[in-house]
């Protein structure tokens, strides 16, 4: 079968042929249609993510649309290695598919589940987000981030608090729901001012897409404006901005601060699968909104390093013509 192909460490991936994969008991063959590349799945290729596998050739994608032997569609995630979701045909487990409303089409299926999965899994399995409360989306202009702020007001925030850098971007945010827009300049002090400012007015929950230095601002600023008899609930899901922080160890005694993370091992796979279940199932009726720029599994080589944190690049497997 035809696949994308990572043959070595610290290369890309290429279209070749992969030997066809086999169901063992508990497992079912999926027809792939379309698969999204993410950076988990950039990372998990490269070795530099907690959860790589480090043996090779495999085929990279972490998960994918397609359909199983009696031809019902579904969401699948994590194939078992070396098979992934970037071929004509992949393995996994029964238990991690889920099936897809008729209504949500293959390719914002596969764009969405996993940019979205990692806020509403925040909001509700980390977090727990109740109705009515405030939500701060620390990075909210990529892909992952307007999903959060998006999902945050389905699920009952009653104030969505989005940062960012690029000003378009953030008008972009607020549009989809965001009331307060705090831009992410090289000002430290203004920044931790602004994020001051939000605190004090009663910040609930905060989604972490960046860490790094606007994280050490937003934490030191939320210990000096909170009560401490109002938990915050802090989820660290991504590092763009840096994998390390230099926090004062008094941000957490003198506050009620409750840091978390939430991501691959911090949430048991069955309820990791039920909560995209969830989001797929809400996707049209929420109306969440996510662009994605479709290619050919054959092209696979020119897109894998395409960097548009405003689009996701989907695979379409199913019409590759390879």
Not at 60 to 66: H, I, L, T
Not at 103 to 110: E, K, Q, R
Not at 117 to 125: H, I, P
Request: proline share 6%; charged share 20%.
């Amino acid at each position: 079968m035809r696949a994308a192909i990572v043959r070595e460490a610290g290369q890309d991936p290429v279209c070749g042929d992969f030997a066809e994969p086999v169901a063992a008991d508990g497992e079912v063959v999926v027809s792939v249609r379309a698969a999204a590349i993410s950076q988990v799945v950039r990372s998990r290729a490269s070795g530099s993510h907690y959860s790589s596998a480090g043996s090779f050739p495999f085929v990279p994608g972490v998960d994918g649309v397609g359909r199983g032997a009696d031809g019902r569609r579904v969401y699948f995630l994590f194939p078992r290695a070396p098979y992934g979701s970037m071929a004509e045909r992949t393995v996994v487990s029964a238990a991690q598919c889920v099936p897809l409303p008729g209504d949500l089409d293959d390719v914002t299926a596969a764009a969405i589940a996993n940019p979205g999965m990692s806020s509403w899994a925040a909001y509700t399995e980390r977090a727990r987000l109740k109705a009515g409360e405030t939500v701060l989306v620390n990075g909210a202009t990529g892909t992952a981030g307007r999903l959060a702020v998006q999902i945050a007001r389905h699920l009952g925030a009653r104030k969505v608090i989005a940062t960012g850098r690029n000003a378009q971007s953030l008008r972009e945010v607020a549009a989809l729901g965001a009331d307060v827009v705090i831009p992410l300049g090289d000002d430290a002090d203004a920044l931790e001012a602004a994020f001051g400012e939000q605190f004090a007015a009663g910040v609930d929950v905060v989604i972490d897409y960046l860490w790094g230095g606007s994280a050490e601002a937003s934490l030191v600023a939320a210990a000096k404006a909170g009560p401490a008899s109002v938990p915050i609930r802090y989820v660290e899901v991504g590092s763009v901005s840096g994998a390390r922080i230099a926090l004062p160890s008094a941000v957490l005694r003198s506050s009620a601060i409750e840091l978390m993370g939430s991501g691959i091992g911090s949430i048991p796979l069955p309820r990791l699968t039920a909560v995209i279940g969830d989001l797929l199932r809400a996707a049209v009726p929420a109306g969440l909104r996510i662009a994605t720029s479709p290619s050919p599994l054959s092209d696979v080589a020119a897109v894998w390093r395409r960097d548009d944190s405003r689009s996701r690049t989907v695979l379409a497997v199913a019409d590759s013509g390879a």
